[in-house]
């Protein structure tokens, strides 16, 4: 059974969009502030708008913010004090992400129907143990709980239930058993499953347990097929022009344009080609607003994904090693079994730095997340931050032994070996076949490399 109407009854609120000029804030602060209960400035931005219900002015509420662990977005809210109409509504702030993400949640505990949830318009949400499925572009983006999302699919199928007792009494009554097995699923007297798929890639579900690994929650990110290519709006890159001469670029930094990813003014990106020895060519991009100041810099590898993928184990014994290169890929995962910490692939992305480095990222990550501040956060959850923010800094002081792990199915991360070419004593590099699974996240399981033209060939 699929939810198809709006969710929220009556039409929709009109409201003009504001001028961002004389909202904007001075360079030197951020548009999209952290959401956090503590921070009084930030507070939304008031309209005066039409009510599309009784066609008297309303408000309309804009609040711009970000979600700790994923990125900007705007929650709107206009409400009529006329005839007491109100409607709300959550957009992605950002740009369409370069893959699709699918957030798969098993359902055991009351305390899963609280976990925080961003879904977008285009997300497709499933409830496989009822066969029950909410399409794409059917509701508003909406910023709320699991219990919340089974909740307004239960108001958009009792809101037409008047009418189709009075003219189709047998499906009436079939929707209206569909709705107490929907209403059953808040009291989670048996687990079950939600499935959201975004080929967006801009929803999101909390995880609760972070920085730890949710094991109720399995993520996967995609490649769009064309299908959901042509959903989205957007339209396939043309081949690159063929080139009769391959250019030298090892000695060469290449810049383009680009926007700043805080505040999305005008910048330029610089890319560099470089040979790491020992290892392969990778590709490392720098970008420095001067609009607002902020930076970024990300590393991406130059070559093709390796036949076996790689799993780096180190142990780290001394403050010298600290200082190693480290390569880590946007496929990377990386685990530190002593603080019970494994970082999943594509977050914090493609770093080329030393392990004191990405050990400060990391610790940067986890300690300044806003959901664990203020009204926010709950004892327990805070004391297992500290513990594990204080065994960090043991780490990064050389008082405490530990293994670093880092485990890249594309086989495309390096850790620096300064005994090469001879082995590392404190580095074990083991090379595995990957899974089913790991060729669909990285694309390879429908790649065709042989063959592909005579296969092309009838189509013509």
Not at 134 to 157: D, H, M, W
Not at 262 to 286: G, S, W, Y
Not at 350 to 358: A, H, N, P, Q, Y
Not at 362 to 381: A, C
Request: with cysteine.
């Amino acid at each position: 059974m699929a939810v198809s109407g709006p969710v929220e009854p009556g039409p929709p609120a009109a409201a003009a969009a504001p001028s961002p000029a004389p909202a904007r804030a001075p360079a030197s602060e951020h548009l999209f502030r952290p959401i956090s209960a503590e921070d009084e400035e930030q507070q939304p931005t008031e309209i005066e708008s039409l009510c599309m219900n009784c066609y008297r002015n309303g408000t309309t509420r804009l609040l711009l913010t970000k979600i700790p662990f994923f990125r900007e977005i705007i929650v709107s809210s206009f409400s009529c004090e006329h005839c007491g109409w109100n409607d709300t509504e959550i957009q992605s702030a950002g740009r369409i992400q370069d893959q699709g993400v699918r957030y798969i949640l098993t359902v055991r505990a009351q305390e899963d129907m609280n976990r925080e949830v961003v879904k977008t318009d285009s997300a497709t949400t499933r409830i496989p143990e009822l066969d029950f499925e909410i399409p794409a572009f059917s509701q508003k983006g909406v910023l709320t709980t699991v219990e919340g999302l089974i909740s307004r699919a239960v108001s958009g199928l009792e809101q037409d239930q008047p009418a189709r007792r009075a003219n189709e009494k047998a499906v009436a009554e079939r929707i209206d058993e569909f709705i107490v097995k929907l209403k059953e699923l808040k009291q989670v007297a048996s687990p079950f499953t939600l499935i959201i798929d975004d080929p967006s890639g801009n929803s999101f579900v909390e995880n609760p347990h972070a920085p730890q690994k949710d094991h109720a929650l399995v993520i996967t990110h995609y490649n769009r097929t064309l299908q959901q290519e042509e959903m989205l709006g957007l339209q396939a890159e043309a081949p690159p022009e063929e080139k009769p001469e391959e250019e030298d670029l090892r000695n060469e930094v290449l810049q383009f344009n680009t926007n700043c990813p805080e505040c999305n003014a005008p910048a330029q990106t610089n890319m560099k080609l470089v040979q790491i020895p020992h290892f392969k060519e990778v590709i490392i991009m720098a970008t420095n607003c001067e609009n607002c100041g902020h930076r970024t810099n990300e590393v991406k590898s130059g070559g093709a994904v390796e036949p076996l993928g790689t799993k780096i184990t180190f142990h780290i014994t001394d403050p010298l090693d600290l200082t190693r290169d480290v390569l880590k890929s946007e496929t990377c995962s990386v685990e530190i079994p002593e603080l019970e910490f494994e970082l999943g692939m594509a977050i914090l992305g493609g770093k080329f730095t030393t392990l004191e480095g990405l050990l400060k990222d990391i610790q940067e990550l986890v300690t300044k997340n806003p959901f664990t501040l203020g009204d926010s956060s709950n004892p327990g959850q805070v004391e297992k931050l500290q513990e594990f923010s204080w065994k960090l800094d043991q780490i990064l002081q050389g008082n405490m032994k530990a293994h670093f792990i880092m485990n890249d199915p594309a086989g495309n991360s390096y850790f620096q070996n300064v005994y090469a070419p001879e082995d590392d004593p404190q580095m074990k590099v083991e090379h595995y076949k990957r899974t089913f699974d790991q060729n669909e996240e990285l694309g390879l399981n429908d790649m065709k490399t042989e063959g592909y033209e005579t296969g092309l060939a009838p189509q013509r």
